[in-house]
């Protein structure tokens, strides 16, 4: 979607949240990939994912594009929603779970659909040698150096997004960044079987 | 282990991303569900910081959207009363197909179906079979709305929607071949009994947009900015250039136009007609 179909769409979305949908379909599988590979767990990255994407819809109106782009903003409402996993160690998607009740939606049928999607993501994880020891690495690693280095290497997000998303400054993020490397480096160093 | 070899890593350890249609598919209904039923939270800042400073000025803001049809109602008519149908090259000699049945031919209102975008009420749905008979580009069939109950014969009176800047409207449908096209006529004052409509300013070279891959399973959005993505065909003779805004000073009528196909069905739907 360009850049200005993304805009004209969320404009609309705040008067009308059905137009929210195509934004959603776009973002949806990148948050739950970015969360999942923050978590390791997908579980844990479906609901927060959920949570998510029910806080942006629902702050939709508070979203304004001159202070940056929506892929940074909801990337930063993602982040703080895995920070709060990280600082309560179990994860409850209140809001999410709220709204349910509140509309009383349920789609049973599709519950194989997603047990089948859910056999596909463990899949890939298993199969990636190098994203269980990456996953298992990071966990070591202080918070600051997981958001900044998944940022950047796993999602492919360059210095001045990660800035946004991150609230902090780009030279702050390069020197994050190669601290964590050096970090990872002595991570892997310290292991004493060869994980290559 | 060096650094760049971390970094090998790290990029090695990338997924793919999944679909997750089903799953996603369950998120969002709830989501867009809740948010749907609380219409008062959306309505945007600036319109309620308007609403207490200026009434007038209010007005001229809203004034900038404005919505065609939403097919709530179910019959054939628009918010502004201008009516849906659906034409074919049956009046040029054409055998192509279509439904619902052109209205010159049934004399019956155009039927709308169900269900509309996210399991909503209605939709317009046409489907169709272009012929054989006219040749390439002259095989055809829509669906038109007219702008207002005003726009059609025999009063053909234009509206000016100038001051908007494009059309949006959600769209779903199996197209296999052919072409779609967004078309916004030109029509003068004039009404041409025979043919219930109104005449062309333009010789049928009118303002429109390839809109065939926008056609998908799902129900997608399609944005038109009217003087950016709009253009008369190649073919357009030079007595029949115009402006685009002098066409939005006078617009009659939307159609959504098929052509060239390789007689396979063509299924489309629409919904969410709205000026922007």
Known sequence: MDSDKEKKILEQSKTNPLDFEEIFDSYYPRIFRYILYRTGNPDIAKDISAETFYKALNKINTYNSDRGSFSAWVYKIANNEINYYFRKKKYEPASYNAAIEEGGFAEPQAKVDIENEFIEVQEEMAKNKDFLQICEAIKNIPQIYQEVITLRFLENKKISEISMILDKKEGTIKSILSRGILKLKKYFSSRKRNVF | ?276
């Open chain 2, 1 to 276: 282990m060096e650094e760049k070899d971390i970094i090998d890593k790290l990029k090695k350890a990338r997924l793919p991303l999944f679909s997750l249609k089903a799953t996603g598919k369950n998120v969002k209904k709830v989501i867009i569900g809740v948010e749907s039923k609380k219409e008062i939270i959306y309505i945007p800042e600036y319109l309620k910081i308007l609403t207490a400073a200026a009434a007038g000025l209010f007005f001229l803001t809203m004034a900038t959207y404005y919505v065609v049809d939403n097919m709530d109602k179910g019959n054939n008519f628009n918010k502004n009363g201008g009516v849906w149908s659906t034409y074919s090259d049956e009046q040029e000699g054409g055998n192509s197909m279509v439904w619902p049945p052109p209205a010159s031919v049934t004399g019956n209102d155009f039927i709308m179906s169900k269900p509309g975008f996210a399991g909503e009420k209605y939709a317009v749905r046409v489907t169709g079979v272009t012929g054989t008979k006219l040749g390439l580009n002259y095989n055809y069939f829509g669906v038109v709305n007219r702008f207002s109950s005003d726009s059609s014969c025999p009063k053909c009176i234009g509206v000016n929607i100038e001051k908007y800047n494009g059309i949006m409207f959600r769209i779903k449908g199996k197209i296999t071949s052919g072409k779609l096209y967004f078309i916004l006529p030109y029509e003068g004052s004039d009404c041409l009994p025979e043919r219930l409509t109104c005449k062309s300013l333009t010789n049928y070279a009118d303002y429109e947009k390839d809109i065939t891959e926008e056609v998908k399973a799902d129900w997608t959005m399609v944005v038109i900015d009217f003087r950016k993505d709009l253009i008369q065909p190649y073919w357009t003779p030079n007595n029949a250039v115009v402006p685009i805004d002098k066409v939005l000073e006078n617009v009659h009528l939307f159609k959504w136009q098929f052509k060239n196909g390789d007689g396979q069905v063509v299924d489309f739907w629409i919904d969410n007609v709205r000026l922007f």
